[in-house]
T-cell receptor, first 112, second 115 residues
Framework: GENVEQHPSTLSVQEGDSAVIKCTYS??????FPWYKQELGKGPQLIID?????GEKKDQRIAVTLNKTAKHFSLHITETQPEDSAVYFC???????????FGTGTRLQVTL | GAGVSQSPSNKVTEKGKDVELRCDPI?????LYWYRQSLGQGLEFLIY????????KSGLPSDRFSAERTGGSVSTLTIQRTQQEDSAVYLC?????????????FGSGTRLTVV
């Protein structure tokens, strides 16, 4: 089955700096890669996703890149703000998979 | 409804008691998932329902855990004879068709505390 690894487990950046979270996956059949943000006391919320037919996708300050050859994908947050502080999960799925496989999460803290 | 609704939001129960957790998915979403999240940990898959197909129960940790989905909509997760290690946040998610292709919408979870 699919295996997703996520790094780092914790990340602290100063407000205004960029943050990068990286994930690798094992199943070359995976073709859908969403990212979720979980704020304290809430369920994870989808913030951006990418499919294997594109290499990069942007949405305002958030971007995701995908390298299918290397089987890794990354989340980039630019101009970080305190409200970006949360736990971020990557996931992989698609094809014949019935469910997403999640990474172990990255706790991002944006300091003033 | 507009989102995935879970109830109760918090549940405190005594060790050995049974509990039922409810999930009301987004209307029209055929796939429904239950996950468990222990304090500060990742997402542990429990069970998956897709339409009228047999559920994927491969993530249920023991036979004390069961779930059903009535009429292809509301789902109930039941934990019998609760143990302290069952304390966690139980998250429900729903999706159009197979969530592995469309992503999930999560509810806010039920925080279960077994004392």
């Amino acid at each position: 089955g699919e295996n997703v690894e996520q790094h780092p487990s914790t990340l602290s950046v100063q407000e205004g700096d960029s943050a990068v979270i990286k994930c690798t996956y094992s199943d070359s059949a995976s073709n859908y890669f969403p990212w979720y943000k979980q704020e304290l006391g809430k369920g994870p919320q989808l913030i951006i996703d990418i499919r294997s037919n594109v290499g990069e996708k942007k949405d305002q300050r958030i971007a995701v890149t995908l390298n299918k050859t290397a089987k890794h994908f990354s989340l980039h947050i630019t101009e970080t703000q305190p409200e970006d502080s949360a736990v971020y999960f990557c996931a992989a799925g698609g094809g014949t998979a019935s469910k997403l496989t999640f990474g172990t999460g990255t706790r991002l803290q944006v300091t003033l | 409804g507009a989102g995935v609704s879970q109830s109760p939001s918090n549940k405190v129960t005594e060790k050995g008691k049974d509990v039922e957790l409810r999930c009301d998915p987004i209307s029209g979403h055929t796939a429904l998932y239950w996950y468990r999240q222990s304090l500060g940990q990742g997402l542990e898959f429990l069970i998956y329902f897709q339409g009228n197909s047999a559920p994927d129960k491969s993530g249920l940790p023991s036979d004390r855990f069961s779930a059903e989905r009535t009429g292809g909509s509301v789902s109930t997760l039941t934990i019998q004879r609760t143990q302290q290690e069952d304390s966690a946040v139980y998250l429900c998610a729903s999706s159009l068709a197979q969530g592995a292709n469309y992503g999930y919408t999560f509810g806010s979870g039920t925080r279960l505390t077994v004392v």
